[in-house]
């Protein structure tokens, strides 16, 4: 559901922008989210979730500009959440209380 918010839903209502100026923005602002609200681990916090969730933006973002569609985007997000999630839980990487 993320990525029909975050490129789809965004995107197309910012296309009278420039494609930058959206690309940046929804970028920014889905880095931002991600730090607020994401998955509290130690792998999954600070300027690391930050910047790498800017840039998964802004690849995410380009593709959808490039392609109108939202199918390679959602694969994409899925593996990544997946094998961040997984790593975490499987290192037990999670802060204690947050569960």
């Keep these: 559901m993320e990525e029909y918010y ?42 690391t979730i930050i910047v790498s969730t800017f840039i998964m933006g802004i690849v995410w973002a380009l593709v959808f500009k490039k392609t109108s569609s939202l199918r390679w985007i959602v694969l994409a997000h899925f593996l990544v959440d997946f094998f961040n999630l997984s790593a975490a839980s499987f290192l037990d990487l999670y802060e204690k209380g947050n569960w």
């Excluded at 922008?17 to 931002?32: E, H, M």
């Excluded at 991600?34 to 130690?42: D, I, L």
């Design 6 to 47: 975050w490129r789809g839903l965004l995107l197309e209502h910012s296309k009278k922008w420039s494609n930058w100026a959206a690309i940046l923005f929804t970028s920014l602002v889905f880095a931002l989210n991600h730090a607020v609200f994401g998955v509290n681990s130690e792998l999954n916090k600070g300027m």
